[in-house]
Nanobody, 128 residues
Framework: VQLQASGGGLVQPGGSLRLSCKVSGATLDYYAINWFRQVPGKEREGVSC????????SYAHSVQGRFTISRDNARNTVYLQMISLKPEDTAVYYC??????????????????????WGQGTQVTVSS
């Protein structure tokens, strides 16, 4: 199973970006796809999760109302739409697949331990 993240870039505060996580070698039906981010010197943090078992979409408290996770089964791709971006959203964003196809409730914290597969990171920089 391979995951390929893309869509990062430089955006001004208040701007938007859409990240993509293309999954190959498996269908989305068997894995919860998670987005994480990490800033150098800080711990990795869970941002969002899409559960195929119950359709749950979960978000970290810091991104609720601004980020939206979705999936395109035909393209085997999960997206993370980010709006109203803030400088504190600056980080390397990673997608990962969990073979336990469930997500924690929104507002939870999770750090990626136990993820089965990881994609490479994509840099998001929010700056004027």
């Amino acid at each position: 199973v391979q995951l390929q993240a893309s869509g990062g870039g430089l955006v001004q505060p208040g701007g938007s970006l859409r990240l993509s996580c293309k999954v190959s070698g498996a269908t989305l039906d068997y894995y919860a796809i998670n987005w994480f981010r990490q800033v150098p010197g800080k711990e990795r943090e869970g941002v969002s999760c899409y559960s195929p078992s119950d359709g749950r979409k979960s978000y970290a408290h810091s991104v609720q109302g601004r980020f939206t996770i979705s999936r395109d089964n035909a393209r085997n791709t999960v997206y993370l739409q980010m709006i109203s971006l803030k400088p504190e959203d600056t980080a390397v964003y990673y997608c990962a697949a969990d073979d336990v196809p469930t997500c924690l409730p929104s507002g939870s914290t999770w750090d990626g331990d136990g993820m089965e597969f990881w994609g490479q990171g994509t840099q998001v920089t929010v700056s004027s």
